[in-house]
């Protein structure tokens, strides 16, 4: 993500570890029993959001992002409750949400998109 970020913001590493601390306190995703990635979906009463889902580079491209976000629907579906998420533009991620039907609706400033996706939609 810091490609993605410092283009977006700029680089501040003191800001980035307190965002992290926040987000990453989720779940470890193991792969033969090596961390990967970490998945952070929060229950935020009327819906779950999706705080955090972050994979190694070196994972990525073998089908473990749809598989979290697979989880995450499953999820959503038990609880009766959409999933939301906010990315940042720019982040090649969206085109992953999308596929997965998350719908754009609306914008955060000039960098996020906060997408939902709902059971009941499709």
Sequence with gaps: MKAVISKTYGWDEETQREIAGESLAGQIVL???KPVGVLTLLDWGDQLHLSWIAILPET?????GGELLEH???????????????????????????????????YDGQHKVLMRWNHSAG
């Design 31 to 33: 792969v033969d029993e």
């Design 72 to 106: 995450c629907h499953r999820r959503a579906i038990e609880a009766g409750k959409p999933i939301t998420l906010q990315v940042l533009r720019n982040n090649p991620a969206v085109r992953l949400y999308e596929r997965f039907g998350f719908k754009t609706y609306a």
């Design 60 to 64: 990525q491209g073998q089908g473990l």
